[in-house]
């Protein structure tokens, strides 16, 4: 079934630095994917999104560009704060069940310390 | 525009109790999400509803978990007896559209099983 792959955490890095979150993800078709953050004591919110092959997705200086040939959909930003610090969920939604709830991938867990 | 809204917030039982827990979607919203989300792993759906129909319930313990949404709007989840391993956060999330139009989630509610 479809399934998306995040890598481990904890990251943890000092403000201004760059972050990479490598997240993979399986399935037939074409999802579309997603980013969602969730701050410590609040609801997941969608940080960004990207529903078809070479989009790139962008929001509060977070990016991720759908690559089709290695199925991934890595979150990047050039220079992080420390109001970053949370929890990141990469997820899909399949393509061929419009409407089907997302899938989630384990979280990966940013600390940024100044 | 209000959010997603549940509650309680927090609640702590012993294995074997039952509890139960309220989600208030957004308004007009006709597709309505449980999720279940254990420590260090992404969240999980255990229930969709479309209006006040289930459309997937493939992954909830029916033996013990058990949810409604009577007249389509608020919706009510149920453990009965719990165990240890129900443990969670239970995120409620809604979608205009079957996730057309995105998905909104809940702060969700923490339960403890001891």
């Known amino acids: 079934g479809d399934s998306v792959t995040q890598m481990e955490g904890p990251v943890t890095l000092s403000e201004e630095a760059f972050l990479t979150i490598n997240c993979t993800y399986t399935?037939?078709?074409?999802?579309?994917l997603f980013w969602y953050v969730q701050y410590p004591g609040e609801g997941l919110q969608l940080l960004l999104k990207?529903?078809?092959?070479?989009d790139k997705g962008s929001n509060k200086g977070f990016e991720a560009t759908y690559r089709k040939e290695t199925t991934s959909f890595h979150l990047e930003k050039g220079s992080v704060q420390v109001s970053d610090s949370a929890v990141y969920f990469c997820?899909?939604?399949?393509?061929?069940?419009?409407?089907?709830?997302?899938?989630f991938g384990k979280g990966t867990t940013l600390s940024v310390s100044s | 525009e209000a959010g997603v809204a549940q509650s309680p917030r927090y609640k702590i039982i012993e294995k074997r109790q039952s509890v139960a827990f309220w989600c208030n979607p957004i308004?007009?919203?006709?597709?309505l999400y449980w999720y279940q989300q254990i420590l260090g792993q992404g969240p999980k759906l255990l229930i969709q509803?479309?209006?006040?129909?289930?459309?997937?319930d493939s992954q909830l313990p029916k033996d013990r978990f058990s949810a409604e949404r009577l007249k389509g709007v608020d919706s009510t989840l149920k453990i009965q007896p719990a165990k240890l391993e129900d443990s969670a956060v239970y995120l409620c999330?809604?979608?205009?559209?079957?996730?057309?139009?995105?998905?909104?989630f809940g702060p969700g509610t923490r339960l403890t099983v001891l």
């Open positions: 399935a037939t078709g074409y999802p579309s």
């Open positions: 990207a529903t078809k092959a070479d």
């Open positions: 997820a899909l939604s399949p393509p061929d069940q419009a409407g089907t709830a997302l899938i």
């Open positions: 308004s007009g919203h006709a597709t």
């Open positions: 509803f479309q209006n006040n129909g289930v459309v997937d």
């Open positions: 999330a809604s979608s205009p559209n079957r996730g057309g139009s995105g998905w909104f």
